[in-house]
């Protein structure tokens, strides 16, 4: 199986401020086809996760643009441009190149 | 906005067979995505268990596969979850999700909507 990792673990925000999360994996997730199939979720407390980003940096439906990603091949990174205090959560990254498709162990964000 | 709700019993005895349903509303499952299973447990993280097409074709999670069964029913819309042999390990929210096509492709991508999850737990 494709492997996953995520860093930070957890990170601390100021709101306004921009954050940055990594994700690498463990085998090029760039497809012939020239898609990168690497995928971002949100999980709010409470709340199952949400879609942020698909193919690497397509933002899904309804997402504002201070969310970002971007990467290709084994490193990928998701950027908030001015973190609010509804960003909270933890955030995964997913490879679906490969079945099964695998997550990131998460990073926590969260208000300083 | 399609909808997904999962509905099931929260307490599984081990060696028993665990049992979930999703009921997709504004929606069809008839229409050209998968529809997936996946779950999440505190020692796991998030899990791919497998998932169904309209035609019927299933993929399974191959350290799952000896375990489970998905099953289509378009006349309720709806599709369910059997994963037999349960252990404590298979503890865990177990959500339903459609997993989204590129077009072009028949191969099933990112996860979008998911349900809210139901929370099953392996005890006797």
């Known amino acids: 199986d494709i492997v996953m990792t995520q860093s930070p673990l957890s990170l601390p925000v100021t709101p306004g401020e921009p954050a940055s999360i990594s994700c690498r994996s463990s085998?090029?997730?760039?497809?012939?086809?020239?898609?990168?199939?690497l995928h971002w979720y949100l999980q709010k407390p409470g709340q199952s996760p949400q879609l942020l980003i698909y193919l690497g940096s397509d933002r899904a439906s309804g997402v504002p643009d201070r969310f970002s990603g971007s990467g290709s091949g084994t490193d990928f990174t998701l950027k908030i441009s001015r973190v609010e205090a509804g960003d909270v959560g933890v955030y995964y990254c997913?490879?679906?190149?490969?079945?099964?498709?695998?997550f990131g162990g998460g990073t926590k964000v969260e208000i300083k | 906005q399609v909808r997904l709700q999962e509905s099931g019993p929260g307490l599984v005895k081990p060696s028993g067979t665990l049992s979930l349903t999703c009921v997709v509303s504004?929606?069809?499952?008839?229409?050209?995505?998968?529809w997936s299973w996946v779950r999440q447990s505190p020692g796991k993280g998030l899990e791919w268990i497998g998932e169904i097409y309209h035609t019927g074709s299933t993929n399974y999670n191959p350290s799952l596969k000896s375990r489970v069964t998905i099953s289509l029913d378009k006349s309720k819309n709806q599709f369910s979850l059997r994963l037999s042999s349960v252990t404590a390990a298979d503890t865990a929210v177990y959500y339903c999700a459609r997993r989204l096509i590129l077009t072009g492709y028949n191969k099933g991508e990112w996860f979008d909507p998911w349900g809210q999850g139901t929370l099953v737990t392996v005890s006797s």
């Open positions: 997913m490879q679906s190149l490969e079945t099964p498709p695998t």
């Open positions: 085998h090029s997730l760039l497809h012939s086809n020239g898609f990168n199939y």
């Open positions: 504004d929606g069809s499952v008839s229409s050209s995505n998968w």
